[in-house]
Structure formats: structure tokens, C-alpha cells
T-cell receptor, first 118, second 119 residues
Framework: ETGVTQTPRHLVMGMTNKKSLKCEQHLGHNAMYWYKQSAKKPLELMFVYNFKEQTENNSVPSRFSPECPNSSHLFLHLHTLQPEDSALYLC?????????????????FGEGSWLTVV | AQKITQTQPGMFVQEKEAVTLDCTYDTSDPSYGLFWYKQPSSGEMIFLIYQGSYDQQNATEGRYSLNFQKARKSANLVISASQLGDSAMYFCAMREDLGSGGGADGLTFGKGTHLIIQP
């Protein structure tokens, strides 16, 4: 059992729908991430939150809206998505302690949410 | 330019044989970490092993070992005595040091190697 839990595991939504992906980590970490994995493409980092503050947004379209209410929970709100947004969305967390501490910064992933936009 | 290169899109290996999955990386940062993950068809990304750029010895975790050749910027994963359950996608990834500002940063992944273990 992973320490990072994602729900739902599978989601089918229409282009006009609004839905949310939820992630919860039970590892006491202070950083959380959203990654997108499309077919035949490397994993793409979407958002990074450190101590609830967003520190990175890799040019993600505004139809994806992250929310991090506390260090244990992370949401990805979805609205007016396109079929090309269909992918596996992976949440992850790590205990980040700043410079020179890469060794302690292993990122642990959840099982992912398979999203299909129709 | 790609930061992580995995040149083997797919590999077929006989059960119980050793497997080497290739990974080369590109960075100008002297401080970085290299990671390997396993992704079965279910989708979960499972952490396998970590190697720090300043580590003097190659990392080992059970049947997994990392052949780290810093001068060649190579971090190959070696799986000894392969098992049918090792069939999965394997990803090499890197984190560069965050610098004096600290804070969190994400991993950069390679495209992966699809490993199939045959009985």
C-alpha cells in the first residue's frame, strides 16, 4: 500500500464537465506534485507545492487548477478539458529540506488517476 | 536537449537472467540525485533506488543495483536474477540541487524502458 492515495482511480468526463482529482499523502511530507503521463511521452511535471505554497507551474493551461489546502492534501480541478488531456495523472510527495539534501528528497507517487475526456 | 536518455524502448529477457537498463543524463549542476522507478500496468510509480552525485559507492537495494559512472554521466540499473513480476516500464529520473534558495523541485524523467521477462 502506497503512502500517497489518489481518487478517483478512473474518471471519464465530457468536455463541458467540471471534476476534481484528489490526492492525500500519509507520509508527513511537506512538498506535493502533480505529474501528467500521456501515451508515448515522458512524465511532465505540472505543479509543485512546498509547504502549501505553489512554487512551480510548468506552463499548464488554465483549465487545470491546483489547490493545496494543507501539506497532506492536493487537488487538481478540471474544467472544459480537451480530448488530448486524456492521460494518467500522478500525484507525488516528498520531504524537502532544501539545498544539498537531494538524498532525503525521494519523491513517492500515488497509483494515479486515469482520465478520459470524451 | 534531453536531460535523461534511455536508449532501450523495450527489452525481452529470460527469467533468472540479470538485466541492465541504460540511462545517461546531462547536467552542469555538481549536486544532483538519480532515481529509478518501476511502473507496472496498473500505473503506480514505484521507487526502486537512489544515487547521489557525491556518493562514493554504487547504490544497492536488494536485487537492484545502480552502476554509477559519473565521468560518463551514466546511471544504469542492474536487476539480478530477474523474475516474471519484474515485467514493467522502468524510468530513470534526475533531480538537480535546488540552490541557495531551497524549496521543492520536481524530477525530470526519461522516456522509459519496457522490460518483459519471459519464462
Amino acid at each position: 500500500e502506497t503512502g500517497v492515495t489518489q481518487t478517483p482511480r478512473h474518471l471519464v468526463m465530457g468536455m463541458t464537465n467540471k471534476k476534481s482529482l484528489k490526492c492525500e499523502q500519509h507520509l508527513g511530507h511537506n512538498a506535493m506534485y502533480w505529474y501528467k503521463q500521456s501515451a508515448k511521452k515522458p512524465l511532465e511535471l505540472m505543479f509543485v507545492y512546498n509547504f502549501k505554497e505553489q512554487t512551480e507551474n510548468n506552463s499548464v493551461p488554465s483549465r487545470f487548477s491546483p489547490e493545496c489546502p494543507n501539506s497532506s492534501h492536493l487537488f487538481l480541478h478540471l474544467h472544459t478539458l480537451q480530448p488530448e488531456d486524456s492521460a494518467l495523472y500522478l500525484c507525488a510527495s516528498s520531504q524537502d529540506v532544501g539545498q544539498g539534501a537531494i538524498g532525503g528528497n525521494t519523491i513517492y507517487f500515488g497509483e494515479g488517476s486515469w482520465l478520459t475526456v470524451v | 536537449a534531453q536531460k535523461i536518455t534511455q536508449t532501450q524502448p523495450g527489452m525481452f529477457v529470460q527469467e533468472k537472467e540479470a538485466v541492465t537498463l541504460d540511462c545517461t543524463y546531462d547536467t552542469s549542476d555538481p549536486s544532483y540525485g538519480l532515481f529509478w522507478y518501476k511502473q507496472p500496468s496498473s500505473g503506480e510509480m514505484i521507487f526502486l533506488i537512489y544515487q547521489g552525485s557525491y556518493d562514493q559507492q554504487n547504490a544497492t537495494e536488494g536485487r537492484y543495483s545502480l552502476n554509477f559512472q559519473k565521468a560518463r554521466k551514466s546511471a544504469n540499473l542492474v536487476i539480478s536474477a530477474s523474475q516474471l513480476g519484474d515485467s514493467a516500464m522502468y524510468f530513470c529520473a534526475m533531480r538537480e540541487d535546488l540552490g541557495s534558495g531551497g524549496g521543492a523541485d520536481g524530477l525530470t524523467f526519461g522516456k522509459g524502458t519496457h522490460l518483459i521477462i519471459q519464462p
